[in-house]
């Protein structure tokens, strides 16, 4: 973080009302519309960035920032943003599940539970990385920095940043060998 987000931060855990009001008035629009690009619902997208403000302010003693708030809230709304999608796949084989007369559409439902178990795996075995490795292989596949971005966030060397992101993926792949099938699959999911 720079000195003045630093401020803003320490500012904001204090309790401080402007603090936070400065944060909200500056990427309240610009959270909207990255939202509104995973959901393709303007009153969703809001709410969804709405709640997340309510979540910082709820959480500001208690929050761990690594990188910077920008990143950090683009990361929960991401997040937000995917678990709507998630409730979405599931409320739609459940209704499709009743439209069938209660005939079991197995497909939408398996892959929805198949893609909640890799996930949980992909975060579970995200947190046995070292925590340098960690922040590194976030910003990269989460975050979708590239090196260089990583390397000036961290105060790194690209080369610092390649040496992380070859010993994540190394463990990753260790850690999800029984899971590299599911991988393919989903593999999709992530690039849509």
């Known amino acids: 973080m720079d000195l003045l987000e630093q401020q803003v931060f320490t500012a904001l855990r204090q309790g401080n009302e402007s603090a936070f009001e400065m944060l909200f008035k500056t990427y309240y629009k610009p959270l909207c519309n990255y939202a509104y690009s995973f959901l393709n619902d303007r009153d969703e997208a809001e709410e969804v960035v709405q709640a997340a403000f309510i979540g910082v302010w709820d959480k500001r003693h208690s929050i761990e920032i690594q990188t910077s708030m920008k990143s950090y809230l683009y990361r929960m709304v991401r997040n937000a943003c995917l678990n709507v999608i998630k409730h979405v796949k599931v409320k739609k084989a459940h209704a499709n599940y009743q439209m069938a007369g209660g005939e079991p559409v197995h497909e939408e439902v398996s892959q929805s539970v198949l893609s909640s178990e890799l ?20 910003l990269s596949r989460f975050e979708k920095l590239k090196y260089s971005e990583i ?27 029984d899971y590299l099938p599911l991988l393919l699959i989903f593999i999709k999911d992530w690039t849509e």
């Open 119 to 138: 996930e949980e795996k992909i975060h579970s075995a995200t947190k046995t990385l070292p925590e340098q490795c960690r922040i590194v292989f976030q």
């Open 151 to 177: 390397a000036e966030q961290l105060d790194i060397s690209v080369k610092t940043v390649e040496n992380h992101m070859g010993k994540a993926l190394k463990i990753m792949r260790a850690q999800l060998k």
